[in-house]
């Protein structure tokens, strides 16, 4: 799969379980901020195969993605 390709596939289950978020009430929820959620735990080991990545995004729970937010606002990173 190209890179170009993988960018995109990555974007839209991203935005995918943005969509999901919104449905159960969190409606300002993007697929970039669902990126930086998951791939948070990939800047220590870099990226992970497919399989783990796709399963990460599928996975991710609405209570891990508030707490990242929660700990990305008292740091002050801006998405």
Sequence with gaps: MA?????RVIEELC??????????????VTG?????????KYKKTGH????ELVNDI???KVMKFMNFMTISAYKGTQF
């Design 3 to 7: 890179d170009e390709e993988l960018n």
């Design 48 to 51: 992970p195969e497919l399989h």
């Design 58 to 60: 599928l996975s991710l």
């Design 15 to 28: 935005i995918s379980k943005a969509e999901e978020f919104h449905l159960i009430g969190y409606e300002h």
């Design 32 to 40: 970039q901020e669902v990126w930086e959620c998951v791939s948070e």
